[in-house]
């Protein structure tokens, strides 16, 4: 079993990850043109979402509904990130 502290790190080296992508794609063209709140914005999405993973696992014993949960917490992150990247449902989140 990973300890918490392991665990955390490999979280945040994660979102680190993630928010790398972007960055050095700016490096390369013009097309991805993220702002620091841009990158704000993605970080707390990513870390609390994560985190939120992370606390249900923990919490939840029974196996199948913490499956559930876990899977509604994704989409339901899979959902956010897509309307604040391309505005898939025209919200003002979007800048719509």
């Keep these: ?3 918490l502290d392991k665990r955390l790190g490999l979280i ?3 979102a680190a990850s993630v928010l790398l992508i972007p960055l050095i794609a700016m490096q390369f ?3 991805v043109n993220w702002t ?3 990158f704000l914005v993605a970080g707390i999405l990513l870390l609390g ?3 939120l993973l ?3 696992w923990r919490k939840l014993r029974n196996s199948a509904y913490r499956k559930w949960i876990l899977l509604g917490i994704f989409i ?3 959902l956010i990130w897509g309307e604040l990247a391309v505005g ?3 919200t003002p989140l979007a800048g719509s």
């Design 1 to 3: 079993m990973i300890s």
């Design 12 to 14: 945040l080296l994660g």
């Design 54 to 56: 992370e606390f249900s």
């Design 88 to 90: 898939v449902f025209g």
């Design 49 to 51: 979402t994560a985190f």
């Design 36 to 38: 620091a709140g841009d």
């Design 29 to 31: 063209t013009s097309e």
């Design 76 to 78: 339901i992150f899979l």
